[in-house]
């Protein structure tokens, strides 16, 4: 197993309604969900992200602590507010956001960890191409390739940000560039290039990252990968989704994420058995109020191990 997995990305106070009605306040964004639920599951695990110094910055630093994760990567700012989202469940239990945050004031200006050749660095969302710190995080990412790390950018964008396009682009392409893996849902790139036909998003995707998963909700999952030796050739694999019947799609993808993540450090290789732990854990997350992996899945797979 690799020595830890250091997620880069920001942290928030979810607070998920139904019926208009709160249900739970659970600390959350992609990337953290990610890393909290590998936490949960026994890895190694830092995070790299920046918080206020209020009681909900208490509250996302304990979490991280709780469930296994560093929390030494963390800065924290006195002067200011921890970022929250809303998320609205509608009848099919899918979400709407509302966002509270302050991109321009975010900051990166703490203790930053080392990198190394063992390491998994696993980044996306605005926080990894937000122009306000950009220059930190791509330095991080640039020692990390540097360093030999392996590399999962997910790029979850969101459509608030399709303003933003034009200064972001060079970052997005950027990081591309510096993954061995990117994930991105056709959501994400009808938002960045109005594009919905698989094939062509892979287009523009591969002059930066040949290895790409396309994910579409409770659509196929298509896993495009380069033939060894065969410079034009692409391997096109498609994965169903099983329909189950769902609490919350909150963290779904960000599981998904994390349950490949796992696969790869539990040394599974093809692309069929890293996505079936993928979907094995978002499905574990869609069937609960929150953005983890549950405590039987957690159990099963240390069981698992023995």
């Known amino acids: ?48 992200t920046e918080t206020g110094g209020d009681h909900i910055g208490d509250l996302i630093c304990k979490f991280l602590r709780d469930n296994g994760v560093s929390d030494e990567f963390v800065c924290r700012h006195p002067n200011t507010k921890s970022h929250i989202t ?95 893996v990117v994930r ?24 930066f990252c040949k290895r790409f998963i396309l994910t579409d909700g409770a659509r196929e999952i298509r896993v495009y990968t380069p033939n060894e030796g065969e410079r034009t050739k692409v391997k096109v694999e498609r994965f169903p989704v099983q329909p189950i019947e769902t609490v919350s799609t909150v963290g779904a993808g960000d599981n998904f994420n994390a349950g490949y993540i796992y696969a790869k450090l539990q040394g599974l290789s093809t692309p069929s058995e890293r996505v079936k732990m993928a979907q094995r854990w978002s499905q574990d997350v869609c069937r609960q109020i929150g953005n983890n992996i549950s405590d039987d899945l957690r159990n099963e797979l240390k069981n698992e191990k023995i």
């Open 1 to 48: 197993m690799a020595t830890r997995v250091i997620g880069i990305g920001e942290t928030v106070l979810d607070i998920l309604f139904k019926n208009d009605q709160p249900q739970k306040a659970v600390p959350g964004g992609s990337t953290f969900n990610s890393i909290v639920s590998l936490g949960r599951a026994g890895v190694p695990c830092v995070m790299v």
């Open 86 to 180: 809303l998320a609205f469940l509608d009848e099919n239990n899918d979400a709407q956001y509302t966002f509270y945050k302050d991109h321009a004031s975010a900051a990166l200006d703490g203790k930053l960890p080392e990198i190394t050749a063992d390491d998994v660095v696993l980044f996306g969302s605005f926080f990894a191409i937000n122009p306000t710190i950009r220059s930190a995080v791509s330095e991080l990412l640039h020692n990390a390739r540097k360093a030999g790390a392996w590399m999962y950018y997910d790029i979850n964008f969101r459509k608030s940000h399709i303003p933003d396009i034009p200064d972001v682009m060079p970052n997005i392409e950027e990081n591309m560039r510096l993954a061995d």
């Open 184 to 207: 991105g849902s056709k959501e994400d790139f009808e938002y960045l290039y109005g594009l919905s036909d698989a094939d062509a998003i892979y287009e523009q995707v591969k002059p």
